[in-house]
């Protein structure tokens, strides 16, 4: 899916915006090969590091919203969701769920509302896990959030979607991308925020109807007389 | 067309008077848009349109070909484009098939939540398109894109128009069409079997899985853009006093 009808860039093809896919929320791809999440290459079971502790879901009481997570992967590979608990510094994961390509679908699961979170979808292969997306947001509590992942070439994509109403799923207002170009964890104030999914079905400012409400002028500024 | 430099006549404390002035032309390309008489043929709608479409390429700091869209005429020396094809520009320049020189622009106004751009362009002497208002437009009506997709100038495909895609408040946001569309043709133009503009064909969907989806920005919000831009210009500078 290409990422904006888009002008022909020469020397970096823009991608069109891969807006028709009524699932596709925040995106992210990544090459392959990245450095595991923990930066650990000690594997433990299963290919994730073997530091990585299981993220213990809030209890009952405290805000939390549901957490579901899709992972498309080629056989023998698998597919995992970690949450930094750092989540400015993208640092201390703790394994939300996995998953591959031969098992059901991963249960979902809790995890805390109301805080910034960084999440991050990696791909486990032969053992070591690579090809991280990274992405923080906000998760408001009672809502649901769905992360899918998929193995695309040698690198992955991911994204994240706000699915409290399944027909009508949103990318979360808050959420910016925080791997990029190499950059594993990309300072909160300058990670991107990416809702390309909703171009299609628009938005509003103003009470007037527009294509992207978050689209600034910055990439004009060139252009742009004093 | 006039031939006086636009920056000669917009210079100076100008932000009011460009909207005042290009509203004028744009509502004159508006009411051209009379109601349909007989359908014209592919052939003739493109002969009717083509002059008016055009190639945008913008320049990075040296001067090096950053990206190709395309343009639409819509008044004397003024043509709409999205803004994405803009993006990162530090010049923009206009072609035509067959003319060797470039005809330089410079970005007028700008909607980027919309992704609407105008460019002035004195050495542009072309008939603006009419505007067609998106009531008047349906689902099923023949619809032509035409533009300069992979810098193959002046390519024209034919279509339907296939929905009308709206925001949560029930908004239109985009006409959905099967007429193809590719990268570079961006900023191109929409048109009914009359030659009137229906859109900025703006997103294309390009997969294994998925035909014939292609989607513009409509018509109607070439007419908002001077309203919109002085709105936007005048909530900045009121931000700027704000922070001082």
Redesign the interface.
């Known amino acids: 899916?290409?990422h904006?009808?888009?002008?022909?860039?020469?020397?970096q093809?823009?991608l069109?915006?891969a807006?028709?896919l009524p699932l596709l929320g925040l995106l992210g791809c990544a090459a392959g090969g990245a450095p595991g999440a923990a930066g650990n290459d000690a594997s433990g079971p299963g290919g994730l590091p073997a530091t990585v502790a299981r993220y213990i879901a809030p209890p009952p009481g405290q805000p939390a919203a549901r957490l579901l997570l899709r992972g498309a992967v080629p056989p023998g590979e698998r597919f995992a969701l970690l949450r930094l608990d750092d989540a400015l510094q993208c640092q201390r994961p703790q394994l939300l769920n996995e998953g591959s390509a031969t098992q059901a679908a991963p249960a979902p699961v809790s995890m805390a509302a109301d805080v910034l979170t960084t999440l991050d979808f990696v791909v486990i292969r032969a053992g070591r896990s690579g090809c991280g997306v990274r992405w923080s947001f906000t998760p408001a509590a009672g809502h649901s959030y769905l992360v899918q992942g998929a193995v695309i070439g040698a690198g992955c994509s991911a994204n994240v979607l706000d699915v409290t109403v399944p027909d009508r799923p949103t990318a979360p207002g808050d959420a910016v991308l925080r791997s990029h170009a190499g950059q594993r964890c990309v300072p909160l104030a300058q990670a991107r925020a990416m809702s390309t999914g909703s171009?299609?079905?628009?938005?509003?400012?103003?009470g007037?109807?527009?294509?992207?409400?978050?689209?600034?002028?910055r990439?004009?500024e060139?252009?742009?007389?004093p | 067309m006039t031939r006086q430099p636009l920056r000669q006549a917009w210079d100076g404390h100008i932000h009011r008077a460009r909207p005042a002035r290009l509203a004028a032309s744009i509502a004159a390309a508006l009411l051209a848009a009379s109601p349909a008489s007989q359908a014209l043929s592919p052939a003739e709608v493109f002969a009717q349109v083509a002059p008016s479409v055009w190639r945008v390429q913008t320049l990075d700091r040296d001067g090096l070909l950053l990206g190709q869209g395309s343009a639409v005429v819509t008044g004397p020396g003024q043509l709409v484009t999205n803004c994405h094809v803009l993006a990162r520009a530090r010049k923009v320049q206009l072609r035509r098939d067959g003319q060797s020189n470039a005809v330089p622009a410079r970005l007028a106004l700008w909607d980027a939540p919309r992704d609407l751009c105008l460019l002035q362009a004195s050495g542009v002497d072309a008939p603006a398109v009419p505007l067609l208002p998106s009531a008047q437009a349906a689902v099923g009506q023949p619809a032509f894109a035409v533009g300069h997709p992979r810098g193959l100038d002046l390519t024209m495909s034919a279509g339907l128009v296939s929905s009308f895609r709206r925001n949560d408040a029930a908004q239109l946001v985009l006409i959905q069409t099967s007429a193809a569309i590719s990268g570079g043709s961006s900023g191109g133009g929409l048109f009914n079997d009359q030659g009137a503009l229906l859109g900025l064909t703006t997103i294309a969907s390009v997969t294994a899985d998925a035909q014939n989806l292609n989607f513009a920005i409509p018509a109607d919000w070439i007419l908002d853009l001077p309203r919109r831009h002085a709105a936007a210009r005048a909530a900045e500078a009121a931000a700027k006093a704000a922070s001082r």
């Open positions: 899916m290409k904006h009808a888009t002008p022909d860039h020469h020397r093809p823009r069109a915006w807006a028709v171009l299609i079905q628009g938005g509003q400012q103003d007037e109807a527009v294509l992207n409400p978050r689209a600034t002028p990439e004009l060139g252009l742009i007389q």
